[in-house]
């Protein structure tokens, strides 16, 4: 690559949307940022110019795209109902494209917990119907991308979220109908697999309802496992299906009880087929120009109120002047003071960023960052900016990670900053998209790899339903995936249940809680981790046998 090129690209990199969010970000103190993401709307005077208007309108629109990502990534059977208010709270009407986005990829991360992301859309599409019509419109076209691609694996997860939604009645039972019937017309083996997926998420349900329609692809089955017409893998998930059916679908409910939020009356049905002209409104992703966007705004105050039934966010306002006057003159100065060094943070953090992204190799940006005139304390912010950069990419980079191990053996004030940071970015994780999830999961798993940063950190982590969120479960299944590529079973294993380790991974390989057991035997099953499972469902057996010696 010629100089001119490196040239182009540093420019192209400090000038990308790249750049222009981190700037935003920088912009706000982390501690105070969910706070000013609610506040900044209220306090900023109402702008008049056009281009004053549009950077306001954009500013929310972030805003509001980052709040929807935060909830969704969030959602967990324990919290499902609290997430609902606090979606309802947000304006669903502007956002719907962000937020069916967020599910819908969501879901795809988490296929295995499709019924949640399903009960989510279905509860909203009580209220707002274009939400749930719009899910499945995209749902639908990304379905049939993975069959015209031949994705196996992304064809399995898009029909166990199409049965979730038509287990919560969102979608009528046409459309899954239809895909068994087209799919049982060329019988192959990839077929087959994705009928029983299909069948064994959305059977209950159909056998409810149209038991009749459905009983000749039974029969059809029947006929490939009597006739020996299919691989040995897929007899074996065709004899599944039908013991399931025999047992009344009892691994496989329509709907668990605590996922059955909605009354029947309340349901609403869309009727969307193969045949359906598919609008998958891609433009709601992107931000646009509102002329009528205070009236809209008002609009979605009365939706909302009629919803939630919340005062007027006047009062809010009325309060939050009132707050404002009572400030002391203490309070007063701190501010002052706090606008001065916030300034400061942000030249540092710019700087911090330049050099990241203008370095040839990883050695090169150590020894500049290690050049910088710090002060005491801004250490951190060195760690948060490198991790924050590796984040922004598109894929990762072992470039950073490389950078951030050289950090931690050259000095151990790096190695506990990146040690904190590994417990910050596990508890705020839920705040980040699916991208920034799986770079940080990637250096993270560097980092414990080399042995730059203690393994006695997965002490932290508590693998149940209840200390876990998607977002989390999707950061340790990359981060474990990654690290099971680079170590082998073998190492990994035996460095995960090694003497010194025993106190630090009970969390994940808990022993005295049936539940929390088999909840953990699920995650590493389901992530193909099958050899980390095992020890589990040792603990469960001995479980099962003490409660039983306890019994008598």
């Not at 000013?36 to 004053?52: D, G, L, S, Y």
């Not at 916030?342 to 050695?363: H, P």
């Not at 539940?515 to 095992?534: D, P, Q, S, T």
Request: with cysteine.
């Amino acid at each position: 690559m010629t100089q001119q090129e490196d040239d182009n690209n540093y420019s192209n990199e400090i000038n990308s949307p790249q750049m222009e969010e981190i700037k935003t970000d920088i912009q706000m103190n982390e501690e105070k940022e969910e706070k000013i993401e609610k506040q900044e709307n209220k306090r900023i005077e109402k702008p008049q110019t056009r281009k004053e208007r549009e950077e306001y309108q954009k500013q929310s629109f972030i805003a509001l795209k980052r709040t929807l990502n935060g909830l969704v990534n969030k959602v967990s059977l324990s919290n499902i109902k609290t997430i609902i208010v606090e979606l309802f709270k947000e304006n669903l009407v502007r956002g719907k494209g962000l937020f069916v986005n967020s599910v819908i990829r969501a879901q795809d991360a988490e296929p295995n917990f499709s019924n949640i992301y399903a009960t989510l859309i279905a509860v909203i599409n009580t209220k707002i119907p274009a939400i749930g019509e719009l899910t499945i419109h995209r749902i639908i076209h990304q379905f049939n991308l993975t069959i015209k691609r031949e994705e196996e694996d992304g064809s399995l997860r898009k029909l166990q979220f199409i049965a979730q939604l038509t287990n919560q009645q969102v979608c009528s039972v046409t459309l899954p109908l239809q895909i068994l019937i087209q799919l049982m017309k060329n019988p192959t083996d990839e077929n087959i697999e994705k009928v029983v997926t299909l069948l064994l998420n959305v059977g209950e349900y159909f056998d409810s309802i149209i038991k009749g329609k459905i009983q000749p692809i039974y029969e059809q089955l029947r006929g490939i496992v009597s006739r020996k017409k299919a691989s040995e893998r897929i007899y074996f998930k065709i004899n599944q299906l039908l013991n399931e059916r025999r047992n009344g679908f009892i691994n496989y409910p329509s709907v668990i009880e605590e996922l059955d939020l909605i009354e029947d009356e309340d349901k609403i049905t869309h009727t969307v087929d193969l045949t359906t002209p598919l609008n998958t409104m891609d433009e709601l992703n992107l931000f646009k120009f509102d002329e009528e966007f205070e009236q809209n705004e008002r609009k979605w105050e009365i939706k909302k109120a009629e919803i939630i039934g919340e005062e007027s966010e006047e009062e809010e306002d009325d309060d939050n002047q009132i707050q404002e006057q009572q400030k002391t003159k203490e309070e007063t100065e701190i501010e002052k003071f706090d606008d001065q060094t916030g300034a400061e943070e942000i030249f540092l953090k710019k700087k911090i960023y330049i050099t990241i992204m203008s370095c040839y190799n990883f050695e090169e940006c150590v020894h500049k960052l290690l050049s910088l005139k710090l002060r005491e304390g801004e250490e951190k912010i060195l760690v948060e900016m490198v991790i924050e950069c590796c984040s922004q990419e598109k894929t990762y980079k072992k470039y950073y990670g490389l950078a951030s191990e050289r950090l931690c053996v050259l000095h151990i004030l790096y190695k506990n900053l990146f040690i904190d940071q590994f417990k910050i970015q596990y508890q705020t994780i839920h705040l980040k998209d699916m991208n920034q999830i799986r770079n940080i999961a990637m250096l993270y798993s560097y980092l414990f790899y080399s042995n730059a940063i203690p393994w006695e950190l997965f002490s932290i982590i508590k693998l149940t339903d209840d200390d876990t969120t998607s977002s989390s479960r999707v950061f340790l299944k990359i981060m474990f995936q990654n690290l099971f590529e680079e170590m082998g079973m073998k190492e990994f294993k035996e460095k995960l249940f090694s003497n010194e380790l025993q106190e630090s991974v009970r969390g994940m390989f808990p022993t005295e809680d049936k539940e929390h057991i088999i909840f953990a035997f699920n995650f590493f099953k389901g992530i193909g981790l099958v050899e980390l499972a095992k020890p589990l469902q040792q603990n469960y057996l001995a479980l099962k046998e003490k409660m039983k010696k306890e019994n008598d």
